[in-house]
C-alpha cells in the first residue's frame, strides 16, 4: 500500500493544480476588459454583413442580471444618441425643450461615419437665436445598459434631448441600482462611470457641433450669392469687402469645426453602443 | 501513511495558495491597466470637446456677425 501512496499524493497535487487554475481562468473570462479596451469591435464582429435592420433585430435579446445590461440595441443606440432624439417629431418632450420648429423643420441629417444620430437640428434665424435653450437644457440621469450581459450598466448623464431615444433603447430612467460583485473595484466602477460619462458629453457636443456646421454651411451660400449680388450692383466697395471679409472668416471657422467634429466623433464612436 | 498525507497536503496547499496569489495579481493588474486606459482616453476626449467647443462659439460668432451685415433674404 504504502508504496502507492507518492503516486496518490502526486495525482492529488495535479488535480488540485489543474482545479486552481481552471478557476483562475474563468475569472479570467471576463469580457468586460477586453470590451472597454477596444469597445465597439465585438460588436463590429458580430453585425458584419448583416443589414441595419437585422442587427437592430437581434439586439435587445440578452436580458441581463441583476440590472447589467437588458442591451437592447446598442449599435441603434449609438446612432440615434441624442440627435436621433433631437429631431424625432413624435418626441413631444422634444419639442418642449427645443424651442420653435426645429422638429418639423428636420429633414435628418445623415452621418457619414454611421456612428451616430441620424438627424439633428436644422437651424433658422430665429432657431439659432435662441440656441442657448438647447445647450443649457436640462440633464436627466439614465441608467444606460449594454449589450454584453455581463458588462454592468452604467449611470449616466444625458440631455432630457436625448431621453427619449435612450430609453427607447433600453435604458431607464434613475441611477444604476447598486450591485454586489467581487469583480470589480470600487475604484474600477467609479472611473468607468466617468469615462462613460465623458463620452456622453462630448457625443452630445458633437451633435451640437455638427448642427450648427450645417446651418453655418447653409447660411455661407445665401451669404456668397448675395455678395455676388452686391458686387454686380453699385453698392460701396468698403461694404462689399467688409462682408466678404465675414465670409471669409466664416468660412475658416466652418472648415476647422468640420476637422475636429471628424476628430471628435471618431473618438467616441460605438463607445456607448457595446 | 499519515506521514505520507501530511507531506503532499502541505504541498497541495502551497501550490494552490501560490496559483491563487498569481491570480489574484493578475486581475487587479487589468484592472488597473483598464483604469489607466480609461483614463488617458477620456482626457483624450475631454481636449478634443473643449477644442470642439471653443470652435463651435467661433462659428456661432461669425454666424451672428453674418446675420447683422447681411438681410435676411438668406
Same mark, same amino acid.
Given at each position: 500500500?504504502?508504496?502507492?501512496?507518492?503516486?496518490?499524493?502526486?495525482?492529488?497535487?495535479?488535480?488540485?493544480?489543474?482545479?486552481?487554475?481552471?478557476?483562475?481562468?474563468?475569472?479570467?473570462?471576463?469580457?468586460?476588459?477586453?470590451?472597454?479596451?477596444?469597445?465597439?469591435?465585438?460588436?463590429?464582429?458580430?453585425?458584419?454583413?448583416?443589414?441595419?435592420?437585422?442587427?437592430?433585430?437581434?439586439?435587445?435579446?440578452?436580458?441581463?442580471?441583476?440590472?447589467?445590461?437588458?442591451?437592447?440595441?446598442?449599435?441603434?443606440?449609438?446612432?440615434?444618441?441624442?440627435?436621433?432624439?433631437?429631431?424625432?417629431?413624435?418626441?413631444?418632450?422634444?419639442?418642449?425643450?427645443?424651442?420653435?420648429?426645429?422638429?418639423?423643420?428636420?429633414?435628418?441629417?445623415?452621418?457619414?461615419?454611421?456612428?451616430?444620430?441620424?438627424?439633428?437640428?436644422?437651424?433658422?434665424?430665429?432657431?439659432?437665436?435662441?440656441?442657448?435653450?438647447?445647450?443649457?437644457?436640462?440633464?436627466?440621469?439614465?441608467?444606460?445598459?449594454?449589450?454584453?450581459?455581463?458588462?454592468?450598466?452604467?449611470?449616466?448623464?444625458?440631455?432630457?434631448?436625448?431621453?427619449?431615444?435612450?430609453?427607447?433603447?433600453?435604458?431607464?430612467?434613475?441611477?444604476?441600482?447598486?450591485?454586489?460583485?467581487?469583480?470589480?473595484?470600487?475604484?474600477?466602477?467609479?472611473?468607468?462611470?466617468?469615462?462613460?460619462?465623458?463620452?456622453?458629453?462630448?457625443?452630445?457636443?458633437?451633435?451640437?457641433?455638427?448642427?450648427?456646421?450645417?446651418?453655418?454651411?447653409?447660411?455661407?451660400?445665401?451669404?456668397?450669392?448675395?455678395?455676388?449680388?452686391?458686387?454686380?450692383?453699385?453698392?460701396?466697395?468698403?461694404?462689399?469687402?467688409?462682408?466678404?471679409?465675414?465670409?471669409?472668416?466664416?468660412?475658416?471657422?466652418?472648415?476647422?469645426?468640420?476637422?475636429?467634429?471628424?476628430?471628435?466623433?471618431?473618438?467616441?464612436?460605438?463607445?456607448?453602443?457595446? | 501513511?499519515?506521514?505520507?498525507?501530511?507531506?503532499?497536503?502541505?504541498?497541495?496547499?502551497?501550490?494552490?495558495?501560490?496559483?491563487?496569489?498569481?491570480?489574484?495579481?493578475?486581475?487587479?493588474?487589468? /484592472? $488597473?491597466?483598464?483604469? *489607466?486606459?480609461? =483614463?488617458? &482616453?477620456? #482626457? +483624450?476626449? /475631454? $481636449?478634443?470637446?473643449? *477644442?470642439?467647443? =471653443?470652435? &463651435?462659439? #467661433? +462659428?456661432?460668432?461669425?454666424?451672428?456677425?453674418?446675420?447683422?451685415?447681411?438681410?435676411?433674404?438668406?
Amino acid at each position: 500500500m504504502k508504496k502507492y501512496l507518492p503516486i496518490l499524493g502526486f495525482s492529488l497535487l495535479i488535480v488540485t493544480a489543474v482545479a486552481v487554475t481552471a478557476a483562475g481562468t474563468q475569472q479570467d473570462k471576463n469580457p468586460k476588459k477586453d470590451k472597454q479596451e477596444q469597445p465597439g469591435k465585438q460588436k463590429d464582429k458580430q453585425d458584419k454583413g448583416k443589414p441595419d435592420d437585422q442587427v437592430k433585430g437581434n439586439q435587445g435579446k440578452n436580458d441581463d442580471k441583476g440590472n447589467q445590461g437588458k442591451n437592447d440595441e446598442k449599435g441603434n443606440q449609438g446612432k440615434n444618441d441624442n440627435k436621433g432624439n433631437q429631431g424625432n417629431k413624435d418626441d413631444k418632450d422634444d419639442k418642449d425643450n427645443q424651442g420653435k420648429g426645429n422638429n418639423d423643420k428636420n429633414d435628418g441629417v445623415v452621418d457619414d461615419r454611421g456612428n451616430f444620430m441620424k438627424k439633428g437640428f436644422k437651424w433658422d434665424r430665429e432657431t439659432f437665436k435662441e440656441r442657448e435653450k438647447f445647450r443649457k437644457g436640462e440633464k436627466v440621469t439614465v441608467c444606460h445598459k449594454f449589450n454584453r450581459e455581463d458588462e454592468p450598466a452604467v449611470t449616466i448623464n444625458i440631455s432630457a434631448n436625448a431621453l427619449q431615444a435612450h430609453l427607447g433603447h433600453g435604458d431607464v430612467r434613475g441611477e444604476c441600482p447598486a450591485v454586489e460583485n467581487d469583480r470589480w473595484s470600487d475604484r474600477f466602477l467609479r472611473q468607468r462611470s466617468d469615462y462613460y460619462n465623458n463620452v456622453v458629453a462630448t457625443n452630445e457636443q458633437v451633435v451640437y457641433s455638427q448642427s450648427i456646421l450645417d446651418y453655418a454651411l447653409n447660411r455661407l451660400t445665401g451669404a456668397r450669392t448675395q455678395l455676388v449680388t452686391l458686387q454686380n450692383s453699385n453698392a460701396p466697395a468698403a461694404d462689399i469687402e467688409r462682408k466678404r471679409l465675414l465670409v471669409v472668416e466664416l468660412e475658416e471657422n466652418t472648415s476647422l469645426l468640420q476637422n475636429l467634429i471628424g476628430v471628435t466623433a471618431s473618438l467616441v464612436a460605438n463607445k456607448l453602443a457595446d | 501513511m499519515f506521514h505520507y498525507f501530511k507531506r503532499v497536503a502541505a504541498f497541495a496547499i502551497a501550490t494552490a495558495f501560490i496559483f491563487t496569489s498569481c491570480e489574484d495579481k493578475t486581475t487587479s493588474s487589468k /484592472e $488597473e491597466i483598464e483604469i *489607466k486606459t480609461m =483614463d488617458s &482616453t477620456s #482626457k +483624450v476626449i /475631454e $481636449e478634443n470637446r473643449e *477644442k470642439l467647443e =471653443d470652435q &463651435t462659439e #467661433k +462659428v456661432e460668432k461669425s454666424l451672428e456677425k453674418l446675420d447683422e451685415e447681411f438681410d435676411s433674404t438668406n
